[in-house]
């Protein structure tokens, strides 16, 4: 197992998440639905919207996963925020970086994965949208291009939690 790089902008990565207010934050509808389309629309058992903390990835949503976060040290979302585009390994197995990980060796016995990187405002990768498989798979341009979509969904609820939350008041 290769944990992932800590990116070159770390620490503005980090503040940039923080000031999004979400991490430890109750569910919220507008990113489950998100999940949970992602999940059908793509016929994956797992979907999540990841935040990747300085120690963890934190689950803003999830189905098909019952942990709420996990170590960041084995997260394949913390490698997914390295780059700006969808990060797919269709063969978790079969991929040195990840062949020994606990969550491909044990529960939930992922084999698939795939994460579109989610932004702060000011660029910050700080989490994705992700789906996974218990077996090996290929995505093609249309499922790209959906999972492209719901990322940009995601983002725009991260960014506008604020404003939300304000047009929520009385």
Request: glycine share 6%; proline share 11%; net charge negative.
């Amino acid at each position: 197992m290769t944990p992932a790089p800590l990116p070159p902008d770390e620490d503005a990565r980090l503040a940039a998440l923080r000031a999004l207010l979400v991490l430890d934050t109750p569910p919220e509808e507008r990113f489950d639905r998100v999940v949970r389309f992602a999940a059908e629309q793509l016929d994956m058992p797992m979907a999540l919207v990841s935040l990747v903390d300085g120690d963890r990835q934190w689950f803003k949503s999830r189905i098909g996963i019952d942990a709420p976060e996990s170590p960041r040290d084995i997260a394949f979302c913390a490698h997914a925020i390295l780059q700006p585009e969808t990060f797919v390994v269709e063969d978790l197995q079969q991929d040195p970086r990840f062949a020994d990980n606990p969550l491909v060796t044990g529960a939930p016995y992922a084999r698939f994965y795939a994460g579109a990187p989610l932004s702060a405002p000011g660029g910050e990768r700080v989490g994705t949208l992700c789906v996974l498989d218990h077996r090996p798979r290929t995505l093609g341009p249309v499922e790209l291009a959906v999972l492209e979509a719901l990322r940009t969904l995601v983002n725009e609820a991260l960014v506008g939690r604020d404003e939300a939350d304000a047009g929520d008041a009385p």
